[in-house]
């Protein structure tokens, strides 16, 4: 299978080819081609996700190093759920949003 234009070529095992195709013959997917745009998009967002919550682990080192930190209670804890709860939320109704 050709990937690209004249950019790129790749050969995919016979496995993912068999698995390529089956996604078509299903009507999972319109093409081969499809498939591997589907498989990068997804690493894409694998990525994208990776580097964002390696972001979020430097502010929070950043933070800790400055004081920042929280004193964990039950109390606090039920607190930060809540929050975490709420962003995430927050962030599929906006992916939702985004996807219609």
């Not at 990776?50 to 682990?57: D, S």
């Not at 502010?59 to 930060?80: F, N, Q």
């Amino acid at each position: 299978m050709r990937v690209g234009a004249a950019a790129m070529e790749y050969r995919l095992t016979a496995d993912q080819q068999a698995f390529a195709r089956l996604a078509v013959e299903t009507g999972r997917l319109h093409s081969e081609e499809e498939a591997i745009h589907e498989a990068l998009a997804l690493w894409e967002e694998r990525e994208r996700a990776r580097v964002e919550l390696l972001a979020t682990l430097d502010d929070a080192r950043a933070s800790l190093a400055r004081g920042d930190g929280r004193v964990i209670t039950r109390e606090s804890m039920r607190e930060l759920a809540a929050e975490v709860r709420d962003r995430g939320r927050a962030r599929l109704i906006a992916e939702l949003a985004d996807a219609s």
